[in-house]
T-cell receptor, first 114, second 115 residues
Framework: GESVGLHLPTLSVQEGDNSIINCAYSNSASDYFIWYKQESGKGPQFIID?????DKRQGQRVTVLLNKTVKHLSLQIAATQPGDSAVYFC?????????????FGTGTKLQVIP | GAVVSQHPSRVICKSGTSVKIECRSLDFQATTMFWYRQFPKQSLMLMATSNEGSKATYEQGVEKDKFLINHASLTLSTLTVTSAHPEDSSFYIC???????????FGPGTRLLVL
């Protein structure tokens, strides 16, 4: 289930189950979105991205869904593995920043239970 | 993906001293580098945008005289925390990008502890 900590929401998932991590973004004019994975003590690692002219994009074991109507982004991880345990951030690219400049969301900690 | 390194990975310094953190793009020329700060259990907060050969652009609330940024080459940007204080203790992360690349590539971060 989900719980909200002092700053970081946590999602606990059984190994092998699918994970869904949600994100609400703030700027309706944002046209590019990215999901990052950050393991403890490391920098963010790119997972998958999506542009505003799409509503779904699939990668290897991951799918990103974009709902522009409600400014919602989700990351689905299939068959979650212990190595997926990390903090996941969504990031949006609001104008006029160009593709490179992004604003990070709050983050969700994913805990995979073996 | 591209490789970005940071040095040092962690540093401990006394209050009042200055600390320099290096960010290097190892396999591409980074026209733009970003510097972020991250406190425990919080998100990354952009401090400044650094373009090669020009002055950095600082985000609101970030003191440019305290956090000196130099982007002298297409592969190196440095962040100097001047007169560091305990409240500057944080995880500093850089990222690098270029016009032909759609996303940023992040370094491994530098843990700064000011005593």
């Amino acid at each position: 289930g989900e719980s909200v900590g002092l700053h970081l929401p946590t999602l606990s998932v059984q190994e092998g189950d699918n994970s869904i991590i949600n994100c609400a973004y703030s700027n309706s004019a944002s046209d590019y979105f990215i999901w990052y994975k950050q393991e403890s003590g490391k920098g963010p690692q790119f997972i998958i991205d999506i542009r505003s002219n799409m509503d779904k994009r699939q990668g290897q074991r991951v799918t990103v869904l974009l709902n522009k109507t409600v400014k919602h982004l989700s990351l689905q991880i299939a068959a979650t593995q212990p190595g997926d345990s990390a903090v996941y951030f969504c990031a949006e690219n609001p104008p006029p920043g160009g593709y490179q400049k992004v604003t990070f969301g709050t983050g969700t900690k994913l805990q995979v239970i073996p | 993906g591209a490789v970005v390194s940071q040095h040092p990975s962690r540093v401990i310094c006394k209050s009042g001293t200055s600390v320099k953190i290096e960010c290097r793009s190892l396999d591409f020329q980074a026209t733009t580098m970003f510097w972020y700060r991250q406190f425990p259990k919080q998100s990354l907060m952009l401090m400044a945008t650094s373009n090669e050969g020009s002055k950095a652009t600082y985000e609101q609330g970030v003191e440019k005289d305290k956090f000196l940024i130099n982007h002298a080459s297409l592969t190196l940007s440095t962040l100097t925390v001047t007169s560091a204080h305990p409240e500057d203790s944080s995880f500093y992360i850089c990222s690098a990008t270029a016009p032909q690349r759609e996303t940023q590539y992040f370094g491994p971060g530098t843990r700064l502890l000011v005593l």
